[in-house]
């Protein structure tokens, strides 16, 4: 909206319309990929982590930033794509998750770039949920090149699935062991 010089509202020009994302783009492997600022928390070079047993290759453990415990997801191991970054020399992208709870998680990612302003115009929604899959929102068309942004909320969701799934069969297997030592020892 704007205002003309007597102080009456004008019709917006489709420019002041058009709204306005702020984005951080950053790399995994080959590929381009961006994340919306509002869901950074902030952005850390990679931090010592403890794993935690019986879980999904691409959950690397957990790390404690500023006092909290942080869960920490390789999201190129996730994603399948091929990294050859050694992991210290990776950056942690810590995201708060509203929709999951408010909860914070980070990512690993390759390198990032830097943070940059697009318009609607530059997202191209055609390919969701169709050959982008379920875990991609949009193709950015920014400076050249197709940048994908991830749907972090479903990739949680995701990845929490995932994890359960490998808890449960861990503890059905150590439960299984069990079971047969016990057997074995009644049958002595």
């Known amino acids: 909206m704007s205002f003309d010089a007597n102080g009456k509202v004008t019709e917006a020009s489709s420019a002041e319309r058009e709204q306005k994302h702020k984005i951080i ?28 047993p019986h879980t999904p290759p691409s959950f690397l453990g957990v790390c404690t930033i500023r006092g909290e415990i942080i869960p920490v997801i390789d999201l190129a191991v996730f994603l399948r794509i091929s990294s050859d970054v050694e992991l210290k020399d990776k950056k942690l992208i810590i995201l708060e998750l509203k929709e999951e709870g408010n909860i914070k998680v980070a990512v690993a990612v390759d ?36 940048v994908l942004l991830p749907n972090f909320e479903k990739i949680i969701r995701a990845f929490k699935l995932e994890n359960l799934k490998l808890s449960k069969k861990a503890f059905e297997e150590a439960d299984l062991e069990t079971f047969a030592n016990e057997e074995s020892e009644a049958e002595k």
Do not use: W
């Open 111 to 146: 390198s990032v770039r830097r943070i940059y302003e697009i318009s609607e115009k530059q997202m191209d929604f055609t390919l969701r949920e169709s050959f982008l899959g379920e875990h991609l929102t949009c193709v950015i068309k920014q400076e050249g090149e197709n």
């Open 25 to 52: 783009v950053f790399e995994l492997g080959d590929q381009t990929f961006a994340v919306e600022v509002d869901l950074v928390r902030e952005i850390l070079r990679f931090q010592e982590i403890r794993p935690v």
